[in-house]
């Protein structure tokens, strides 16, 4: 393994003690420096959003926009209400960052929504943790919370100024399609979670029909540092169009699965290398780089390539959340597929004809294949519904459910056509 | 602003969508989930098109036009787009559109034969929901169910009752009710219309005939005063089903269920179908000729003061004009349409029963002051429109002797007890007299009542009808059997005046501006009558016990002095009905009934409480022998001698009425004489109120099958739990029994503290409640 990785030195700073989670763990590495400073000084709300369009941070649960870009689309002249909302939904098959950021460093969190909260003119802010978090990493970022309000970070007056921030935690209740922003917005309002159709987008008519900007726990969690250490610092690690550094879930065939910040940019290999390598020293299949919902890439592809947002990009998928499941030559593709489609079959929220009807007519097609009775028909059929849902839904889950089955046909073809016995 | 839709220059506002810029264009764009009253979901993506150098199609429906933009409805990612959802929309959709009640009127069926594949491609296993029962209104077939929610939407926005909704995620996602309930609400039937396929279905028409099959004829509605448009569709000469006819001034696409599933009761086996005559003591059949005969000979031998004609303010004005002509011929004077009337005071000259302001312009009032209307159940078209002002933020007020469920939220209200109705309007005259600028001279009865202090509810909503500058009064239909009722009309006028607002009386039946208009009632100034003499009104013409009585389109249980009048026709030597329906013991009060045909069956006008006349054609034939009111009424009047045509027709009597009538000019002025206040309502003990079920308001509705299942019509009565405790009541029994002079009834008790003090609410929902006694009188209540 190469030495010179760097590692966990952003949101999994804490780490390096044995008490991450913990309010002095945090203030001794400087946490909440960055907050006083800004209520201290009372900072020009633009400066801050400036810093963070320089910095070039990009949206960490799965679209991969300019943070910066999207503080801006916020009017500051207008008085109306506005709001600040922390995506924890994190569902995304493979990802399971945001949980180890809430549980380990939930201060970071609570810090960088204060800041992104301030920096938008925004008074009341809400967390919206997954169901499934109901446990320690609830448990710990509640904590946190409280301590953030006892020590008056948080609430009316913050550390003595003129300065109001509302801080909420809201449990969701086990649905994935929550995590679309706008249908954690009909969630938060206590509607059943179905995505809004766009325009308007949520920085113009958002929460309660006010401006609202939802970011994910890892983009909010980078936040303070990106302040306190400034943009240049932030530009100096990673690439050019992908700044900074990423958490990556790895799982599958691997002998260390876990979380890995790194640098983005840093050589899948290399990646590969920090979790141990693949199981049993067996080659790799495919990789699917950045949860389930993005395009698989071949075992060779995947090899050559960096973990930044253009070059998987480029090798035609996404960084998505920065989930890497790794499968091993053994791996059944049309089996992880049948999986993949049944999740999206069962999570469509069920508003748009193409997903609702498109994800089970897929999850059936694969299902027939595999228990043998399938046709080439039906992988014709198959190949042509990604397509047809694709694009043509209101929010991406659509687009979701399409990429994994378009690509897992696009590259093992083969493998479908074994299971099909009678040919018509 | 500009855009191009296939290559068509089309103007458009800032905001305007795709598919509202199309449809203004002509040009088709296909939809499921849009509506144009509904608010925007675009779920179903039905209408992608294609704008020029997008790589993702658009939905038109939710879409706003961006300048200068050229757009596609017709190109390949366009076509692909739609022809890929539909392909979507049939996977699961039953492909069985023979056997199915929307075949021929259905959405999905008229857009996938453009859109659609020849073939299905799918082969695995579709979904079935399975249904429950939402009432005996609408017949669910969900599998059907194509997930647009315009039926949600509907439910939320338009109803104002939210008991529809999606229950479930993904393809299991199931359209329902929350809790397998019945559908309450008064305009349920629109989601039958609205639902593009074969979900909703009317159930009282489902699979009995089809679309293309029936006739379409134009009708009126018959049980408000609104006079909502409908088409009657009609089947081998039967009313098979009736929907909403577009009027954007009156009841704009919908209509109530009442107004949509009455014509049930056309053939319910209480319907006249000859006529009868009392011969030997017993109803006999007899030929028309025959029972013309008996009525000329009978009537000839009474003096014309002595014999009474009550018409109904449900019959159309043709019948009515003919019927005070007919008996203002013969010298007969005495004549009403005010049969749940209950004072007849103060007034020269009984006031228009209108609406000062057009119907669609209750939609831009800013304040509404309701005083006990219960108008989501009984005006369910006006209280759409108060549910659209609500919705825009304007203040909606009530006064109401009963919490009354409302599809809309009150800014202010006051719960009184009936007995101090008329004191609470005085309350209003002396705030505002103080407060409005506006100068009224205040009769000296009326300050004489003044107490120097109002009520500060009655202050917050003066000073809410004041502040506002389009503000309307609207006073409850059933205030009309109400002992004071012209106390409070007069009252409402001067608050209306005082507040600068506009004032409503509304009514329970369709065309009593038509009675008004043509005279059927006593004494009155207008030209058609040329009588001078003091005549008698309903009431003193039931008091007086005459000789003889002619009810036209009228039961009993209509009549407000319901008892006094069957006591006076049992002592009357001939009393003659004209009726559509007639009850066994009905029957035995008359010596001649005349089959006369449902205004679904004749032509005719209604007149509105705007005095919107609106005329329609004959829906059907008359039921059996029965026979149009304007021809009877012809012949009856040839009969003695009138000089007209033989061969008159429909239209001549349209044109007469016209001329006579509607060209006339009315002084609709209020005025009023010899204003002694004098409260007639003061039980002084446990009073009586409650308006009638608003399926039981009159004789055809009351006859419908499925909306009498809609409601349980078991007797019970409300009654706070104060005024139980008051009268001793032992509130751990479920039942009570009330007593009204000499009568009693058995009745189950509903513990309500939506009831005023001091009050027994009953709703007045079949003839047992008619049998124990009067609205607004006293009531006792007794333990079991
Ligand atoms: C189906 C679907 C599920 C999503 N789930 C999540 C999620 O679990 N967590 C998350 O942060 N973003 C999720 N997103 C992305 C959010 O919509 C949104 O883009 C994100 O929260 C914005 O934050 P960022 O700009 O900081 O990335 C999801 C999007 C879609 C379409
Ligand atoms: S794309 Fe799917 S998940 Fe997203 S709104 Fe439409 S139906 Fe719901
Ligand atoms: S009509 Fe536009 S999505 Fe349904």
């Not at chain 1, 609202?212 to 990106?226: C, D, R």
């Not at chain 1, 260390?256 to 141990?276: H, I, M, Q, S, W």
């Not at chain 2, 905001?15 to 088709?28: K, S, V, W």
């Not at chain 2, 329970?508 to 207008?526: D, F, H, I, R, S």
Request: net charge neutral; hydrophobic share 35%; glycine share 6%.
């Amino acid at each position: 393994m190469k030495n010179n990785i760097r590692i966990n030195e952003l949101c999994f700073s804490t780490l390096s003690s044995n008490n991450p989670n913990s309010l002095e763990t945090y203030l001794s590495q400087g946490g909440y420096s960055t907050w006083k400073k800004i209520v201290n000084d009372f900072t020009d709300k633009q400066e801050i959003i400036d810093l963070v369009v320089k910095s070039g941070l990009r949206g960490r649960g799965g679209a991969g926009f300019s943070t910066g870009k999207k503080w801006s689309f916020i009017n500051l002249e207008s008085d109306e209400i506005k709001y600040l909302v922390c995506n924890a939904d994190e569902s995304e098959p493979g990802t399971c960052k945001d949980r180890d950021i809430l549980r380990y460093n939930p201060h970071a969190v609570i810090e960088g929504m204060l800041i992104a909260s301030y920096a938008i003119g925004a008074n009341v802010s809400y967390c919206y943790l997954r169901g499934e978090f109901m446990g320690e990493v609830y448990k710990n970022f509640k904590q946190a919370l409280n301590e953030a309000y006892s020590n008056n970070f948080v609430g009316n007056n913050i550390l003595g100024s003129e300065i109001n921030i509302e801080l909420h935690d809201l449990i969701g209740a086990g649905a994935y399609i929550v995590g679309e922003e706008t249908a954690m917005l009909e969630s938060i309002e206590g509607k059943k979670g179905f995505p809004r159709y766009k325009p308007p987008f949520p920085a113009i008519k958002g929460l309660f029909n006010s401006p609202t900007i939802i970011n994910n726990v890892e983009t909010l969690a980078s936040i303070p540092k990106i302040i306190s250490n400034g943009p240049i610092w932030f530009n100096s690690i990673g690439t050019k169009d992908s700044p900074g550094f990423k958490c990556f879930s790895v799982s599958g065939h691997v002998n260390k699965p876990g979380n890995y910040e790194v640098p983005l940019g840093t050589p899948f290999k290399d990646l590969l290398e920090l979790a141990g390598g693949v199981k049993n020293n067996k080659k790799i299949k495919a990789v699917i780089p950045g949860g389930s919902s993005v395009p698989v890439l071949p075992g060779n592809i995947i090899m050559n390539i960096n973990m930044d947002y253009e070059s998987i990009a480029n090798a035609g998928s996404l960084l998505g959340s920065g989930a890497v499941i790794i499968m091993d030559e053994n791996t059944n593709m049309v089996k992880v597929l049948h999986r993949i489609a049944r999740f999206y079959y069962s999570e469509s929220c069920g508003q748009c004809t193409p997903c609702r009807e498109g994800t089970g007519w897929m999850y059936k097609i694969i299902d027939k294949l595999l228990s043998g009775k399938g046709s080439l028909k039906d992988i014709e059929t198959l190949e042509s519904l990604p397509n047809m849902i694709a694009s043509s839904t209101i929010c991406a889950f659509g687009d979701a459910a399409a990429m994994p089955v378009e690509s897992f046909i696009k590259y093992y073809k083969n493998e479908f056509l074994n299971y099909i016995k009678n040919e018509d | 602003m500009k855009i191009k839709i296939n290559n068509k220059e089309c103007v458009f506002d800032k905001g305007d969508t795709l598919i509202q810029i199309a449809d203004r264009n002509g040009i088709h764009i296909p939809r499921f989930c849009y509506h144009d009253k509904l608010s925007i979901a675009a779920n179903c993506r039905m209408c992608l098109i294609e704008q020029a150098g997008a790589n993702k199609p658009q939905p038109a429906c939710s879409t706003p036009a961006i300048e200068d933009q050229e757009y596609f409805t017709n190109s390949d990612l366009a076509l692909d787009s739609q022809k890929n959802t539909m392909e979507f929309l049939l996977i699961n959709h039953p492909l069985d559109c023979p056997v199915c009640d929307q075949g021929g009127m259905c959405e999905l069926q008229d857009l996938a034969l453009m859109h659609g594949r020849v073939k299905s491609r799918y082969k695995e296993d579709k979904r079935v929901v399975v249904d429950h029962n939402i009432g005996p209104l609408i017949k669910t077939n969900m599998t059907r169910c194509i997930h647009c929610t315009r039926c949600v939407r509907y439910g939320e926005e338009i109803a104002g009752i939210k008991e529809f909704g999606s229950i479930g995620r993904g393809e299991t996602m199931e359209i329902r009710t929350y809790l397998t309930s019945a559908i309450n609400s008064p305009m349920s039937g629109n989601m039958i219309d609205i639902c593009p396929v074969g979900a909703l279905n009317a159930s009282p028409s489902h699979m009995k005939g089809r679309t293309w099959e029936l006739e379409k004829v134009k009708f009126i509605s018959n049980h408000d005063c609104v006079g909502s448009n409908m088409d009657i569709h009609v089947l081998e000469n039967k009313v098979f089903r009736v929907v909403p006819h577009e009027n954007n001034k009156i009841n704009e696409i919908w209509l109530s269920d009442r107004d949509r599933f009455s014509y049930e009761a056309l053939d319910h086996n209480e319907r006249v179908k000859k006529p009868t005559a009392k011969i030997n003591g017993r109803h006999t059949e007899v030929e028309w000729d025959q029972a013309f005969e008996i009525i000329k000979n009978n009537l000839d031998s009474i003096n014309s003061n002595d014999v009474s004609g009550l018409i109904s303010a449900n019959s159309t004005i043709e019948e009515q004009y003919l019927f005070q002509k007919w008996l203002r011929e013969m010298d007969i004077n005495n004549i009403d349409y005010r049969v749940s009337q209950n004072d007849f005071r103060y007034q020269t000259e009984e006031p228009f029963p209108k609406i000062d302001i057009p119907i669609d312009d209750i939609e831009n009032m800013d304040s509404i002051l309701l005083i006990d209307s219960n108008i989501t159940y009984e005006q369910p078209i006006l209280s759409h429109k108060l549910r659209k002002l609500f919705l825009k933020n304007a203040k909606i007020n009530s006064i109401h002797t009963y919490n009354y469920t409302y599809n809309f939220d009150l800014e202010n209200s006051i719960l009184i007890n009936p007995n101090f109705l008329v004191d609470i309007l005085i309350d209003f005259v002396e705030y505002l007299s103080i407060t409005s600028n506006r100068k009224f001279d205040i009769p000296a009865e009326i300050r004489k009542k003044f107490k120097g202090n109002a009520k500060k509810s009655v202050q917050e909503i003066a000073k809410n009808l004041l502040a506002k500058k389009n503000s309307l009064i609207l006073l409850g239909s059933s205030l009309v059997s109400h002992p004071d009722y012209q106390l409070l009309k007069i009252l409402t006028n001067m608050i209306s005046i005082m507040a600068n607002s506009s004032k409503g009386y509304l009514v329970e039946n369709c065309n009593v501006a038509g009675a008004w208009l043509t005279g059927c009632m006593p004494n009155t100034t207008k030209k058609i009558s040329k009588d001078k003499n003091s005549r008698f009104n309903v009431l003193e013409a039931i008091n007086n016990k005459l000789d003889s009585y002619i009810i036209y389109n009228l039961e009993f249980i209509d009549f407000y002095h319901y008892k006094e009048l069957k006591k006076s026709l049992d002592n009357a030597k001939f009393v003659l009905g004209f009726q559509s329906f007639v009850t066994e013991e009905e029957k035995s009060f008359y010596d001649v009934i005349l089959p006369l045909a449902t205004a679904f069956e004749s032509p005719g006008t209604f007149v509105n409480i705007e005095n919107e006349w609106q005329s329609f054609a004959q829906g059907c034939k008359p039921y059996y022998m029965s026979k149009e009111g304007w021809k009877i009424l012809t012949k009856l009047r040839l009969q003695n001698g009138a000089s007209i045509d033989n061969s008159v027709d429909y239209i001549d009597v349209l044109n007469e009425v016209d001329s006579v009538v509607r060209n006339q000019k009315f002084n609709m002025e209020e005025k009023y004489n010899n204003l002694v206040i004098e409260k007639k309502l003061n039980t002084g003990s446990l009073t009586r109120f409650g308006g009638i079920d608003s399926y039981y308001i009159d004789n055809i509705v009351r006859r419908a099958d499925s909306l009498n299942k809609v409601n349980s019509k078991k007797n019970f009565i409300s009654v706070n739990k104060k005024t139980l405790e008051a009268n001793n009541i032992d509130i751990t029994k479920n039942k009570l029994i009330v007593r009204q002079n000499d009568n009693t009834l058995l009745v189950e008790l509903i513990i309500d503290e939506n009831v005023s003090d001091n009050s027994v609410y009953i709703i007045n929902s079949n003839k047992e409640y008619y049998e124990l006694g009067k609205r607004y009188q006293p009531i006792k209540i007794e333990n079991v």
